[in-house]
């Protein structure tokens, strides 16, 4: 049976888009979570779905982000699914989906594939926050930055709203529409503008 996990980190975005790549992908039931949560204790939806979940089903899931805030989480939750003989489908990683016929050797190649994608996509979320903290830094110098918070950046206090950010930085090198990225964050245009103008002038520092 496969079984779909869709999540967003707080409760006023939409699971739709999510949700409807899940049921065209072939998932027959759906968890549905609106919350980020400390740890994947803390994602009630998750649980309930790993403990739905049985021998030989398959969770589905739209990215690898989905099923943990860092690299830890996610290689912690692949390695729990392949003790439960548990199949793994991320809809943007069509690599990851492909049967090679050997179990063991798909559990090998899917274990590296993940832990070296959640490595980068960490390392580079640490690189972003490092960059900008350098950006600030020089900014103060040439006093072009007044020291006004932002609600969503990389170092906001609050989770959700560093969250959000993320979320906006790799949709943003993507090159997804500003448009589309507003509606899918539940941010307003300029906000996704301003984070789109703050990247591109660490890059011109870097």
Do not use: C
Request: aromatic share 6%; hydrophobic share 35%; glycine share 4%.
């Amino acid at each position: 049976m496969k079984i779909g996990y869709a999540r967003v980190s707080t409760t006023d975005q939409n699971l739709d888009r999510q949700i409807e790549a899940l049921k065209k992908a072939g998932a027959e039931k759906i968890f549905e979570e609106k919350m980020s949560g400390n740890s994947m204790t803390d994602r009630e939806e998750l649980q309930k779905a790993l403990s739905f979940l049985r021998e030989k089903d398959v969770l589905m899931v739209e990215s690898l982000d989905r099923l943990g805030r860092n690299y830890d989480d996610i290689v912690q939750m692949v390695q729990q699914l392949d003790r439960k003989e548990i199949g793994l489908i991320v809809l943007n990683l069509p690599i990851l989906n492909h049967d090679l016929g050997d179990s063991n050797l798909q559990k090998l190649i899917r274990n590296m594939i993940v832990q070296l994608l959640s490595w980068t996509t960490q390392n580079e979320r640490e690189e972003i926050k490092r960059k900008q903290r350098q950006g600030i830094e020089i900014a103060k110098k040439k006093g072009h930055y007044k020291g006004r918070p932002v609600k969503y950046a990389a170092d906001a206090k609050n989770p959700r709203d560093r969250m959000t950010y993320n979320v906006i930085v790799n949709k943003l090198k993507k090159g997804e529409p500003i448009k589309k990225i507003a509606e899918e964050t539940d941010v307003t245009r300029d906000t996704v503008y301003r984070i789109k103008r703050e990247l591109a002038f660490l890059q011109d520092l870097f």
